[in-house]
């Protein structure tokens, strides 16, 4: 218990050190320069060295936002970030608890950002950080709706809600192969959820300043941060669990090839990044709406029908 | 049974202790100096105007509603995915009824343009 939860406290500060570095690396080879040098070996302690001058700074609390809100957002933010690893699988031994609720779980801890953005946006009583909150908030529960279809889709074909059951019903073929469509609105749908771009409008920073963080300094953004890109991760462990097979792989040991899975398809969200333009906001709400919805119920019809045909 | 959920408790609460000890570190660690300037909202290096929390378009309280609608469905859509395969070609037809019913409210609530965003 004791060993697990360390390792959960080391891989939540290591992935989110390593993400930003990465983050940077790919945008900076994306767009043709080197990015990150001077700190370590190709600026990998760079993000470290970041991380500790953020400890340094002072946390600003300016005057007029409502305090036991403001002061509560960033660690509401941080609740959910360990509780989320205690059911996923990295290989068949290594999960800390194999509930049978699994997958319902993660989504619901992971919901739990929507409360804390609203909470950070509207207490700082900063015009930027309330237009980030509302606009955050109708975009999560725009792009929720269709994740929890695509993902009903995937569990109408194992019957159990457990994680390890849903790798161990992949033995023949990945889901991926069956569900093309459930995992293209998935890896949609994650991208909203996690407010990465072409779906950053409520943290543009071109346009509102990082939206609902404006007024954090010092280590309460450094806990949004962290949030975020621990969210990163587990939304794409869950794509790994339910699309891709898990551990599944030759050769290498399983744990590996969950992880080599895993931030494959982090590098794929880093890569819309620098692909995809902004959407505006409109056409980000209209788009949930109209296309991911319907067409995520369309799916879990279809398979339905085809799981009892077949 | 419920012992089995115990380590969500556990993990929450050292959650908390952890983000109020990063926090409280940050805290101890930086400087403080307070200015009249400073701790003015940021708005671009204007003086804010007015207070912050402003009237918004009733546009985001209707996509809160169907929210709500169709999130309690998902919920009622998710014991059924794990019985299916028991449940035989009843389970089938109950909720393909279940599902249509909603794709109709669905195409009422575009039809009446809710879902425009002029």
Excluded at chain 1, 29 to 45: C, D, K, N, S, T
Excluded at chain 1, 75 to 100: A, K, T
Excluded at chain 1, 170 to 182: E, G, S
Excluded at chain 2, 31 to 40: E, I, N, R
Aim: charged share 15%.
């Amino acid at each position: 218990m004791i060993v697990a939860l360390i390792g959960v406290i080391a891989l939540v500060s290591v992935n989110a050190l390593f993400l930003i570095w990465m983050e940077r690396k790919v945008a900076a080879h994306i767009q043709l320069r080197p990015g990150p040098m001077e700190v370590g070996y190709h600026g990998a302690l760079q993000t470290v060295a970041d991380a500790l001058k953020l400890m340094g700074k002072e946390l600003i609390t300016p005057d007029e936002v409502d305090r036991p809100v403001y002061l509560l957002a960033p660690i509401i933010i941080f609740l959910p970030v360990l509780v989320l690893f205690l059911v996923i699988p990295f290989s068949p031994n290594l999960i800390i608890r194999d509930l049978n609720v699994g997958i319902l779980l993660i989504f619901a801890f992971s919901s739990l950002t929507v409360l804390s953005i609203l909470m950070a946006g509207w207490s700082s009583n900063n015009k930027y950080s309330v237009f980030g909150a509302i606009r955050s908030i109708a975009q999560n529960i725009a792009y929720e709706i269709p994740l929890l279809i695509t993902a009903m889709s995937i569990i109408l074909m194992v019957g159990s809600f457990k994680l390890t059951d849903i790798v161990a019903a992949q033995d023949k073929v990945w889901f991926v192969v069956i569900q093309p469509l459930a995992f293209l609105l998935y890896i949609i749908c994650a991208t909203a959820e996690t407010n990465r771009a072409p779906f950053d409008i409520p943290e543009a920073e071109s346009e509102l300043v990082a939206g609902f963080h404006t007024e954090y300094s010092g280590m309460r953004f450094g806990l949004f941060f962290l949030a975020e890109y621990t969210n990163m991760f587990v939304v794409s462990a869950v794509a790994t669990v339910l699309f891709l097979g898990g551990w599944r792989g030759w050769i290498l040991p399983p744990v590996v090839w969950f992880l080599i899975k895993v931030y494959a398809i982090i590098f794929l969200i880093m890569w819309f990044r620098w692909t995809f333009p902004r959407l505006r906001f409109d056409q980000l709400i209209t788009f949930a709406w109209k296309v991911l919805i319907p067409l995520a119920f369309v799916n879990l019809l279809v398979t339905a029908l085809a799981i009892k045909l077949f | 049974m419920l012992i089995s959920y115990l380590p969500i408790l556990v993990y929450l609460i050292i959650s908390i202790g952890l983000a109020v000890l990063i926090v409280a570190l940050s805290e101890a660690l930086g400087k403080k100096t307070h200015t009249a300037v400073k701790d003015l909202p940021y708005e671009c290096g204007m003086v804010p105007i007015s207070d912050a929390r402003h009237r918004y378009a009733v546009k985001f309280y209707v996509i809160t509603m169907f929210f709500l609608v169709f999130d309690i469905e998902a919920i009622f859509l998710y014991p059924w995915g794990v019985i299916f395969k028991p449940l035989g070609l009843f389970g089938l037809i109950e909720m393909g009824v279940f599902i249509l019913i909603l794709m109709v409210g669905l195409a009422y609530v575009w039809g009446k343009g809710a879902l425009e965003w002029e």
